[in-house]
């Protein structure tokens, strides 16, 4: 065995979706796929790969924990020599070797010699390479890869098509959320004081409203993604503003003034208005 | 007689030839090898490490000061030039270091155990080697050291003799193991969901310590925010009004007063994720009063009158500030710590450090340096000394040139970035351009409602 691998449970999905009196038309467009493409998928005619925002999509239109859509088995795998050895004594000292090494290169951040790292902790070269093999994969579905090239183990992003979409979704999520602008500001206050939004939202308000829901500031219940006057704040948004308290926010009652700035420049600014009309 | 416990930089010059280095003759067992691991620790001046496996001088140099915690701040990994041997001997003689075990000797190219044995004669370390067989060369260099070859049982008799004398350098009054562990880092999320990406990526225990933190900062910035910002204080009313009706508040005012408070939070904190967390919570109480407020954080700590006084009376700041590899980086940083201003910190005369780094006396007045921060002086104190510099010349050198005003500025920035420890303030960073928010005060307020 290569190690217990992952894998879509079909048939959870299919039937929580039916149970839900859900269309196919919704769960596609919530995955961003055509409806056929997502009714092969629920077939099983499909390799099965999500990427994490889909299969958080998934989870959340089902009202289901993303965990409860996977299915953990054994597989096994051409690497044989990399195999777990029978007695559970070595499949622990393997497990505990994973678990050292992956913080260790995600800390030391460059290349490490493979022996330089079985010396550190204490088990052989062989030991630690098998380990090595089992944490690339585990971590190749995060985009994730142990190289094992000649100056050692390191860990660098994947180049994969698969792992370089879900990195770039996940920096791109991620750039988005370090920083609040004033207008989604205004936007999220209004939402976050119970107002509601106009039933077709002016141009700027949907561009606002486009990066508040792509940075999973705000999200539409499920079936309702189209309807922006729908839209709510994300359960994260609300636990860290502490609403769930349910004291609203506040309207601020007081606004900043600042001194224009080239004033100097303007000299009938501050002239007084007899002599401005003179 | 010499005190071994002192060494100096007539020692280093001259080199303790008269020390043999110690070779294990046999195999060990695993869980004797990770016992050998396991009493590495630089304050008792012991040295453990994997020898490298390059020829190259700077690898055997990254090493040990990996192995003496100085592992580089991010900007400076993968730069060779920047680990050579000269760095190296300072540190060996300001940490005191005794003995240096390299396991897996036979794995080492002859050119760096050459390396490795020059470098212990310069500095009076024992060099102590397992892995077995040597390479022949390998026994040549070490013949020509009059090496001693032990059997494992001898070899580890004698470590262990020599590790049970060995004794901390410094005195243990910082009582670190009391101490709660230090943060670790936080997410990059901004306010909106700073707290639920808290919860998500940090240990439960830690969450909890850190949301109790975030919540009472946040009851507590309401408070004070509270007035300021709906304009119950004066200090922030704006003389002109545009819109009658409409308290109108001063900009630069208010953001003076609300960066005061936020200098206050950052006083209190000890590090970079303390920060963040009490200024995200500051920004969710501000939210709920009506307003954005948005922080840029280097700026926002760059702008504070004092570095933190939290982070200054707590050892584990010292601690973190041992990452730095040049020691004039580590040196001001502690410096910047005893809340010196840019200018004394470049002009302050070598002989104004004592010899041991547990004072520093500027204009008469002496301040007394922590015991974890007094290697760091130690190590800068013995560089000079190693390159000739006299003591009435500048004690903070780069390469033997005196260190810029930028210099400065940007090594306690790279304590802040790299280490988390937030000793910038405006003593040392003396950049204030008052035309917009980024470069005043860090911070900017819109009311959003």
């Given amino acids: 065995m290569t190690g217990p691998q992952l894998r879509l449970d079909i048939a959870t999905i299919r039937d929580r979706r039916i149970s839900l009196n859900l269309p196919t038309r919704i769960l596609a467009g919530e995955l961003g796929i055509a409806e056929a493409g997502y009714r092969r998928f629920e077939g099983g005619d499909t390799d099965g790969h999500l990427t994490i925002t889909q299969l958080g999509r998934l989870a959340a239109t089902l009202e289901l924990d993303a965990r409860t859509l996977l299915l953990t088995e054994p597989t096994t795998g051409h690497r044989t020599q990399t195999d777990l050895p029978p007695d559970e004594a070595g499949a622990k000292a393997r497990a505990e070797l994973v678990r050292l090494l992956g913080p260790m290169l995600l800390i030391i951040g460059r290349a490490v010699p493979v022996a330089t790292l079985a010396d550190l902790v204490g088990a052989d070269s062989a030991a630690v390479q098998a380990a090595l093999e089992q944490l690339r994969d585990q971590l190749a579905p995060g ?39 004033t207008p989604s500001a205004r936007l999220m206050h209004r939402l976050s004081r119970g107002d509601t939004l106009a039933q077709v939202p002016k141009q700027a308000e949907r561009q606002q409203l486009s990066i508040l829901v792509q940075a999973g500031w705000l999200q539409a219940p499920p079936g309702r993604s189209g309807v922006p006057n729908r839209l709510v704040l994300h359960p994260d948004v ?12 506040e309207q601020a009652s007081a606004s900043v003034w600042t001194e224009p700035s080239n004033r100097a420049k303007f000299t009938w600014l501050d002239a007084e208005p007899d002599q401005q009309e003179g | 007689m010499t005190d071994p416990n002192t ?148 070899f580890l008799t004698a470590w262990n003799t020599a590790t049970a004398q060995a004794q901390p350098v410094e005195p243990d009054e910082t009582g670190l193991t009391a101490r709660p562990a ?160 840019n200018n004394t910190i470049r002009a302050l005369p070598a002989g104004a450090v004592a010899g041991d780094g547990s004072t520093v006396t500027v204009h008469g007045h002496r301040f007394p340096v922590p015991p974890p ?30 260190a810029t005003r930028e210099r400065v500025r940007t090594t306690v920035r790279a304590a802040l970035l790299d280490a988390g420890v937030p000793l910038l303030s405006r003593k040392v960073d003396e950049t204030w351009a008052g035309n917009d928010w980024l470069n005043r005060w860090g911070i900017a307020l819109q009311e959003v409602s």
């Fill in chain 2, 182 to 341: 230090a943060w670790p880092p936080m997410p990059a999320d901004d306010f909106p969901t700073f707290r639920a990406a808290m919860r998500r990526c940090l240990p439960a225990d830690v969450f909890a310590a850190a949301d109790a933190l975030f919540l009472a900062t946040m009851t507590d910035a309401r408070a004070r925010l509270a007035p300021l910002l709906c304009g119950d204080n004066d200090a922030v009313r704006a003389v002109e009004q545009d819109r009658p009706g409409v308290v109108c508040l001063d900009r630069t005012a208010l953001e003076k007063q609300v960066s005061r408070y936020l200098h206050t939070l950052i006083g209190a904190s000890t590090s970079t994720p303390e920060v963040t967390v009490r200024l995200r919570a500051a920004q969710v109480a501000a939210f709920r009063l009506g307003w954005l407020l948005s922080v840029n954080l280097d700026r926002v700590v760059a702008t504070a009158d004092e570095p933190s006084v939290a982070a200054r009376r707590d050892p584990r700041t010292w601690q973190a500030l041992r990452l730095f590899r040049y020691p004039y980086q580590g040196a001001i940083c502690v410096l910047a710590g005893l809340d010196l201003d």
């Fill in chain 2, 7 to 154: 060494p100096d930089t007539t020692t280093a010059r001259t080199g303790w030839q008269g020390i043999r280095p110690r070779v294990c003759g046999g195999p060990l067992t695993t869980a004797q090898a990770r016992a050998l691991h396991a009493s590495h620790d630089p304050d008792r001046g012991l040295l453990v490490l994997s020898a490298p496996t390059a020829p190259q001088p700077s690898t055997l140099s990254s090493a040990v000061l990996n192995a003496l915690g100085a592992t580089g701040s991010l900007r400076l990994v993968g730069r060779v030039a920047d680990t050579t041997l000269e760095v190296v001997l300072p540190w060996l003689l300001a940490y005191r270091v005794r003995h240096l075990l390299l396991t897996r000797a036979d794995r080492m190219p002859s050119a760096s155990l050459q390396h490795a044995l020059e470098l212990a004669a310069a500095a009076g370390i024992t060099v102590w080697t397992t892995g077995a067989p040597l390479h022949d060369l390998h026994r040549q260099v070490l013949a020509g050291r009059r090496a001693q070859t032990l059997t494992a049982e001898e």
């Fill in chain 1, 143 to 181: 985009g994730l890869v142990v190289s094992l090239s000649k100056p050692g183990a390191t860990l660098v992003p994947g180049h994969t098509k698969q792992g370089a979409a879900v990195t770039r979704q996940l920096l791109r999520q991620a750039e988005r959320r370090a920083a609040l602008n």
């Fill in chain 1, 238 to 249: 609300a636990y860290s503003l502490v609403l769930e308290d349910g004291e609203p926010t």
């Fill in chain 2, 373 to 402: 921060a007094r290697v760091m002086l130690r190590a800068q104190r013995l560089s000079g000394q190693l390159a000739g510099r006299t003591d009435a010349q500048p004690f903070i050198h780069v390469a033997g040139a005196p």
